[in-house]
Nanobody, 115 residues
Framework: QVQLVESVGGLVQPGGSLRLSCAASGIIFSLYDMAWYRQAPGEERDLVAGIESDGSTHYEDSVKGRFTISRDNAKKTLSLQMNSLSPEDTAVYYC?????????WGKGTQVTVSS
């Protein structure tokens, strides 16, 4: 059974940084493209960043240059380093794999950017 468990988010001041991680189990992690999504209050869930099995990355325009997605296949861990955070980054963040094995969403983790 596939499990993706996000680390605890938190409250960060504007301009601050936060690193999220996601621990995977039940899959051969290295084979799958992975991604981070987020959902702000009253908004749809949107793709933030993705990383393919070969390590190629892509980002939503608003986070380019501020967020970095990475993966550690040996540890089966997906990470998202978030810098220069702004209140607009406040959302519940989710990690997700690409493919039918990842049909369900996890609980996500709340990130709040506020002074």
């Amino acid at each position: 059974q596939v499990q993706l468990v996000e680390s605890v988010g938190g409250l960060v001041q504007p301009g601050g940084s936060l690193r999220l991680s996601c621990a995977a189990s039940g899959i051969i992690f290295s084979l799958y493209d992975m991604a981070w999504y987020r959902q702000a209050p009253g908004e749809e869930r949107d793709l933030v960043a993705g990383i393919e099995s070969d390590g190629s990355t892509h980002y939503e325009d608003s986070v380019k240059g501020r967020f970095t997605i990475s993966r550690d296949n040996a540890k089966k861990t997906l990470s998202l380093q978030m810098n220069s955070l702004s209140p607009e980054d406040t959302a519940v963040y989710y990690c997700k794999g690409v493919g039918p094995k990842f049909a369900n969403w996890g609980k996500g983790t709340q990130v709040t950017v506020s002074s």
